[in-house]
């Protein structure tokens, strides 16, 4: 499957985002997907997973801020952001995987680009 992320940008502290990710083919229903991001000079971290059968997770530092939802009729997945911290600044991208640990970036194998997030103070 391939992934397309967008709805980056720069936006003020306290406010919201939401981003989107779109892949083309035929079975992305079956396809668990994740968030990640990376900000500059860290590591990669796990942001949120949406499973094939609508179950979400959330890293803890984005839980109650960040919602995951899927839209298969669309072949989307969105993250919608609010309550947005400075350091939730980085650059975020979508994965998908068949099956596998949803929180671990290395077990995914299809991966979109990078959209940028900064959020201001």
């Known amino acids: 499957v391939q992934l397309q992320a967008s709805g980056g940008g720069l936006v003020q502290a306290g406010g919201s985002l939401r981003l989107s990710c779109t892949a083309s083919g035929r079975t992305f229903s079956n396809y668990n997907v994740g968030w990640f991001r990376q900000a500059p000079g860290k590591e990669r971290e796990f942001v949120a997973a949406?499973?094939?059968?609508?179950?979400?997770y959330y890293a803890d530092s984005v839980k109650g801020r960040f919602t995951i939802s899927r839209d298969n009729a669309k072949n989307t997945v969105h993250l919608q952001m609010s309550s947005l911290k400075p350091e939730d600044t980085a650059v975020y991208c979508c994965?998908?995987?068949?099956?596998?640990?949803?929180?671990?970036?290395?077990?995914?194998?299809?991966w979109g680009q990078g959209t940028q997030v900064t959020v201001s103070s």
């Open positions: 949406i499973s094939w059968s609508n179950n979400p």
């Open positions: 994965a998908a995987v068949l099956t596998g640990r949803l929180r671990e970036a290395h077990d995914y194998d299809s």
